[in-house]
């Protein structure tokens, strides 16, 4: 195919979680590459655009979707699948490229990229997720880990196309640039000397774990703050929230939980930080986490099969509270420049560029095959163009 692809790359809010962190970052290196990109998305409570500017090559579709007073989950989740299904047309497009359950639900034939696989009780969330996990015709995952969790419970066969990753952006932030020193000194003023989690207080982040850690860690350095960043999520965790601030006043801590962040600000809130921490029960890759390591942070994660495979030995790690704590005081305690070097590096080693490229073989692969006679019933079923044979 010699003229561009027409893409549509769909997400499913417009704030900076990281399956929207990541569509954006694509479609515009897929822009950059020659391709025409428009990514859609749903407004929720009168958002009218993305959480940061999004280069103009990329075209930018937000559908409206209203709060609705007292809504339950599982009827929200109805809804946006709906909505979202009734504003797209696609037949405008080459490739449809879903980015999560709610809106891989919305249309009827779609690439996937399952980031991270969830387990869920809700009868509406749990039948979504099933069914944007079966009905795609082809699927990519960031990490062989979640390829591995697809290809044994579902038998489906997954291309690995790890994320990018902004890591100059962050690099310039930990720099001696006088802007970003200045950055870097307004946040320690406001905050002091902190552990930075990004990504809110919800179960798969593991957030009563990490304050079970601090606490541990509080009583041998008390000046040593916890800060918590992000957080906008669909799901609704107030229960969770709840039995976390509880337990912080049980344990007599004061963690700052700063909410969403600007884009601009995130760089320089985790080039100041003394140690990230990333104690999640459940993710695809660790892009968060990356950053951090761009930014010359010591990171210390969960000790889970995908994040060894990503960050080999560049993070520390912890299996309990007990663990994540004694990981967290030796690197605050002992600062590491060779793991620090070696996570600068692997956080510029993951590229946009490079995501963009393979996804942009998969896209051929599956054009051609449903344009190759006989190609077009292989897709429906998920066999033919499902560029397996491209994984890493």
């Not at 103009?56 to 989740?77: H, K, M, N, S, T």
């Not at 860690?217 to 039995?243: Q, S």
Request: proline share 6%; glycine share 10%.
């Amino acid at each position: 195919m010699n003229r561009p692809l027409s893409i549509a790359l769909l997400s499913y809010s417009t704030k900076p979680r990281g399956g929207v962190v990541h569509t954006l970052c694509l479609a515009e290196a897929l822009a950059a590459a020659g391709q025409q990109v428009s990514v859609w998305t749903l407004g929720r409570g009168g958002d009218t655009g993305f959480f940061r500017p999004v280069d103009p090559a990329v075209r930018q579709e937000i559908v409206a979707l209203p709060e609705v007073e007292g809504e339950e989950v599982g009827a929200r989740i109805l809804r946006s699948i709906a909505t979202l299904r009734a504003a797209f047309d696609p037949g405008r497009y080459d490739i449809v490229h879903a980015q999560d359950c709610i809106s891989a639900n919305a249309v009827e034939r779609c690439i996937r990229t399952v980031h991270h696989i969830d387990h869920f009780t809700t009868p509406e969330l749990a039948a979504c997720h099933e069914r944007a996990i079966v009905t795609p015709y082809a699927h990519i995952c960031v990490s062989a880990a979640v390829a591995r969790e697809l290809r044994e419970g579902w038998g489906i066969s997954a291309t690995v196309i790890p994320n990018g990753v902004e890591a100059a952006r962050f690099a310039a932030t930990a720099g001696h640039d006088p802007a970003a020193v200045s950055a870097r000194d307004r946040w320690r003023a406001r905050l002091g000397r902190y552990v930075l989690a990004v990504g809110g207080i919800e179960p798969r982040k593991g957030s009563l774990d990490l304050l079970d850690a601090y606490a541990l860690l509080h009583r041998e350095d008390p000046g040593l703050r916890l800060v918590i960043a992000g957080g906008e999520t669909l799901f609704d965790y107030r229960d969770y929230r709840a039995e976390w601030e509880s337990r912080a006043i049980r344990l007599g801590l004061d963690p700052v939980v700063l909410g969403p962040v600007a884009h601009g600000d995130l760089p320089a809130i985790v080039a100041a930080a003394s140690v990230f921490a990333f104690p999640s029960i459940k993710e695809g890759f660790g892009l968060a986490a990356l950053e951090a390591l761009a930014a010359g942070i010591p990171v210390v994660a969960r000790d889970l099969p995908v994040l060894r495979e990503v960050f080999g030995a560049t993070v520390r790690y912890g299996t309990d509270p007990s663990g994540l704590a004694t990981a967290m005081r030796q690197a605050v305690a002992h600062p590491d420049p060779v793991r620090q070097e070696a996570g600068r590096s692997l956080a510029g080693a993951h590229t946009w560029h490079a995501a963009a490229r393979e996804h942009l073989a998969l896209y051929l692969s599956a054009v051609h095959a449903a344009a190759t006679p006989g190609g077009s019933a292989k897709t429906r079923s998920g066999q033919a163009g499902s560029g397996a044979d491209m994984g890493r």
